[in-house]
């Protein structure tokens, strides 16, 4: 690990000499990957020198507590004892440091949310998770830019498309996508019966223009006029938008801006962003799995997540948290959980790369 972290370093001083390098500054995309690779050495370096300072502090420790007597024999143990525990603790971040990073760290995120199984209620579930998702983006110092919206009768959304942007946004958000359950007595419910509805949220990584091309004769491209609640006409011109990629099959839609041009132009962002993560997983030999497995079939059955306002609890069911604050969770105090998943991941990885 200390050889590889030797070459690291000198990386490190490399890339910070041509970060000044005028040619690489005028090539914008070429200066931002070395400033993030950067960047991610800093701390790997920070880390590792640290982690050279307290293994020298404890062999020192050592060393007079052997050849001390009486009280300064244990003032020096006790020291041997501290700095080891803080050895241990570096060498086990810096392992996970030196991990291949997650290809998709760093990008914005796009988040899809629409209503599923459950009828308004799912829809109105999905303004909840919305909300949920654009308080904590505050509470992180995230930037959170909607793109489109469909509302519902009552309020909710039947989908709601989202840009998700600042550090470790990825890190966190990745891990939200899915099914997710909710069981409470809806609104539409007149005698007080819990009901059982859901929503699904899909992650995707945004991608930069430069990252995939798109052929234009693959598109086929339909304009409409935009509607809200209950399907009435809320633009006089057709400026909603409805691209679907002829090769794939995806398909996407844009209504929220009065342009044309602006609502062509976010529903490419996101097909983009579509179409990389298809190829990521094609990549890895599971073309459209990722996906399937987020959204799932929608139904009340399957789920990543439970929501249950009788008990105040919320349970994410891929690492058996159950966390009892509902109410503070859905107000954008998700920490507790997004900490455990993170947490979960990165042992996960540990584990794999250590066997």
């Not at 090539?27 to 950067?38: E, P």
Request: hydrophobic fraction near 35%; charged fraction near 35%.
């Amino acid at each position: 690990m200390l050889d590889r972290l030797d070459a690291l370093e000198r990386e490190f001083l490399d890339l910070q000499a041509r970060l000044g390098d005028p040619e690489l500054i005028a090539d914008q995309h070429r200066y931002a990957d070395a400033a993030r690779r950067y960047r991610e050495l800093e701390e790997i370096v920070e880390v590792g020198n640290e982690l050279r300072a307290r293994t020298g502090d404890l062999e020192t420790a050592r060393e007079f507590a052997r050849e001390s007597e009486g009280d300064d024999k244990e003032l020096f143990r006790d020291e041997a004892v501290e700095t080891e525990a803080d050895v241990e603790r570096l060498t086990e971040k810096l392992k996970y440091l030196l991990l291949p990073k997650d290809p998709n760290e760093g990008r914005n995120v796009i988040v899809e949310i629409r209503g599923a199984e459950g009828g308004e209620e799912a829809n109105l579930f999905a303004r909840d998770l919305f909300q949920m998702y654009e308080a904590f983006a505050g509470r992180m110092g995230w930037k959170l830019e909607v793109m489109n919206t469909d509302h519902s009768d009552m309020g909710g959304y039947n989908d709601i498309t989202f840009v998700v942007k600042g550090d470790g946004a990825w890190t966190r958000m990745k891990h939200e996508g899915g099914p997710h359950r909710v069981q409470r007595v809806p609104v539409t419910e007149a005698q007080g019966r819990i009901h059982t509805s859901s929503a699904t949220v899909t992650v995707l990584p945004e991608v930069d223009d430069v990252e995939i091309d798109i052929d234009q004769n693959d598109l086929e491209i339909q304009v409409y006029r935009s509607s809200g609640p209950g399907g009435q006409s809320v633009n006089t011109t057709d400026s909603a938008v409805r691209i679907t990629h002829k090769p794939t099959g995806v398909v996407v839609a844009m209504q929220d801006e009065k342009s044309q041009l602006q609502n062509k132009a976010k529903a490419l962002r996101v097909l983009k962003s579509r179409l990389f993560q298809l190829e990521q997983e094609r990549q890895q030999a599971e073309l459209s799995s990722a996906r399937k497995d987020q959204v799932g079939g929608g139904g009340r059955s399957e789920k990543i997540r439970t929501y249950n306002f009788k008990e105040n609890r919320v349970t994410h069911h891929d690492i058996g948290l159950t966390v009892y604050k509902l109410d503070k969770v859905l107000a954008g105090e998700l920490d507790d959980i997004s900490d455990a998943l993170v947490q979960d991941e990165q042992t996960k990885r540990l584990e794999g790369d250590e066997s």
